[in-house]
């Protein structure tokens, strides 16, 4: 039985916009990045997402977005803890990378199909400020040129076929774009790890990325995988921790096959986050047809991983078209092609335990549904697991067996001969 816990709506009455928001500062803060505008209307916008979101209107009717670090009535994941500064720090990242490569052409080393990544840069946000700490105003904050589009979560239902399908394919090269693209440091880990905070100025910036991250994926994926255990067991999440556990320990070692260290968003496949819009017709209508709609990006890039790319949740289940996008994407990247099934079972395991222990964390109306699909998720991943151990523990009984069965041989002529 699952432990107890309350479902909480989403929030209804919103804090009074002049108490939640120092918008004095904020028109301060606005007047160095625009000199020549003056901060207009300022909107609250509902969403899904764990920053807290604000729509600014400056004079020229110019749209942007302040995101705020969660308040601290939000419970956090350990993998979530640094979202704010880790979203800020990959779209400085990309950005940065795209301009070297405009300027100097393909770098040397990255990637040569990065100069295929197409797009990428126009689905990153711009960011425009960041500050990693809460001394300009009460809390981290980041001020970005808004995504264009609505989160897909919120037109899934009315998108033909051929539309969705488009849109996966175009998120599968995404995924294959991002993945062009190496840790600076050589590291596997979360993005926060391993970036530099380019808006903290430091004289062993070079010095420090030499160490940072871990030196193996299966010790970084290990960190992730065990920091979501502690997490259910900090609430008593009812979970098989031992098995778990006991599972990752056996197959781990599948992990070090992974020797680069390419760039993922572990939620690039979540409606809720995917950003996409539909184009107009030749007479400025919305388009219908599967040409008019588009990927406008992410609402949040705050998951980005160095390590295997195939633990971005794009890739949990058989979706043909965004491993079509994948494919067209560029070469094949993915390593130890013929032992990725395994890898993609710890990978499957992780997703269903973040997905169980965050109705816990944040439960909402539907939680017990997504609980019970998170539950589902594990006890089939679990079972494919342990039937992928009887296999091997079979083969190596078998050849233990043959091994014995030699020895028993040579002994009987060797006591003959003697």
């Not at 091994?403 to 006591?415: A, H, I, L, Y």
Request: charged letters at 25%; glycine letters at 6%; a neutral charge.
């Amino acid at each position: 039985m699952s432990s107890s816990r309350t479902a909480v709506p989403p929030r209804q009455h919103l804090t009074s916009l002049m108490y939640a928001l120092p918008v004095r500062r904020l028109k301060e803060i606005l007047s160095h990045v625009f000199p020549n505008e003056t901060l207009g209307p300022v909107e609250e916008l509902k969403s899904t997402q764990l920053s807290r979101l604000y729509s600014l209107t400056m004079s020229d009717d110019r749209k942007l977005i302040l995101s705020f670090a969660p308040s601290l009535s939000v419970h956090l994941l350990r993998h979530e803890a640094a979202i704010l500064s880790s979203e800020a720090k990959l779209a400085h990242f990309i950005t940065e990378s795209d301009r070297r490569l405009e300027n100097q052409g393909t770098s040397s080393n990255q990637d040569s199909s990065i100069a295929n990544h197409g797009d990428l840069s126009a689905l990153v946000p711009k960011l425009l400020k960041h500050s990693p700490n809460n001394r300009e105003m009460a809390y981290p904050y980041s001020i970005f040129e808004p995504t264009a589009g609505v989160p897909l979560s919120t037109v899934a239902i009315y998108l033909s076929l051929p539309e969705r399908r488009l849109i996966d394919k175009q998120i599968g090269l995404m995924a294959r774009a991002l993945a062009s693209f190496t840790s600076p440091s050589g590291g596997f880990g979360a993005v926060s790890r391993i970036l530099p905070d380019p808006f903290v100025q430091s004289a062993s910036t070079s010095t420090a990325l030499e160490t940072r991250g871990s030196k193996s994926w299966s010790e970084a994926f290990h960190g992730l995988l065990e920091g979501i255990l502690r997490d259910g067991e900090d609430k008593a999440v009812l979970l098989p921790y031992e098995v778990i556990r006991a599972n990752y320990k056996r197959l781990s070692h599948y992990l070090d096959s992974v020797l680069r260290p390419s760039l993922l968003v572990l939620d690039i496949g979540n409606d809720r986050n995917v950003m996409v819009e539909r184009g107009l017709d030749e007479e400025g209508s919305v388009a219908t047809s599967a040409e008019g709609v588009r990927l406008a990006g992410l609402r949040s890039w705050s998951q980005g991983v160095f390590g295997d790319p195939l633990l971005a949740d794009c890739f949990d289940g058989s979706n043909e078209s965004c491993l079509e996008g994948w494919r067209e994407g560029g070469e094949d990247i993915i390593e130890d092609g013929a032992d990725a099934q395994v890898r993609m079972l710890l990978y499957q395991c992780f997703r269903a335990v973040v997905s169980i222990v965050t109705e816990y964390y944040r439960p909402q109306s539907d939680s017990s549904r997504r609980e019970l699909e998170g539950r589902r998720k594990l006890t089939t991943t679990l079972a494919e697991m342990e039937k992928h151990g009887n296999t091997i523990s079979s083969t190596l009984k078998r050849t233990r067996s043959s091994g014995n069965n030699v020895d028993g041989s040579k002994k009987q002529k060797t006591e003959a001969l003697r």
